[in-house]
């Protein structure tokens, strides 16, 4: 069982910046995809952000590419989200989870691929 827990969410202002946290329980050779999704009110869940944890391969929505990147630490039990140049259309919770699926890289942001998750962080921009 692996639990993950986000932090670093808040308030910011539009164009501002900043850093989400995933810390995992175990980070075993098993997870294949550390992942980040939000979820606005009213709207599905999106994924914007993964990382293949092998190999480090990150693959991202196009509404976040080139404002956000995901990375993960050498222990490998923490994965981070930088996310810059903020808009107001980011306002959701964002939530963090972890897949053992060895998939495509075009199944690493779909969520019916992971299988742990995290009890989310609310991030909202303001304008």
């Known amino acids: 069982q692996v639990q993950l827990v986000e932090s670093g969410g808040g308030s910011v202002q539009a164009g501002g910046s900043l850093r989400l946290t995933c810390a995992a329980s175990?980070?075993?050779?098993?997870?294949?995809?550390m992942g980040w999704f939000r979820q606005a009110p009213g709207k599905k869940r999106e994924g914007i952000a993964a990382i293949y944890t092998g190999q480090g391969t990150t693959y991202y929505a196009d509404s976040v590419k080139g404002r956000f990147t995901i990375s993960q630490d050498n222990a490998r039990n923490t994965v981070y989200l930088q996310m810059n140049s903020l808009k107001p259309e980011d306002t959701a919770m964002y939530y963090c989870?972890?897949?053992?699926?060895?998939?495509?890289?075009?199944?690493?942001?779909?969520?019916?691929?992971?299988?742990?998750w995290g009890q989310g962080t609310q991030v909202t921009v303001s304008s």
């Open positions: 175990e980070y075993t050779y098993s997870v294949n995809y």
């Open positions: 989870a972890a897949s053992f699926s060895n998939v495509r890289g075009d199944r690493a942001l779909v969520p019916i691929e992971y299988h742990y």
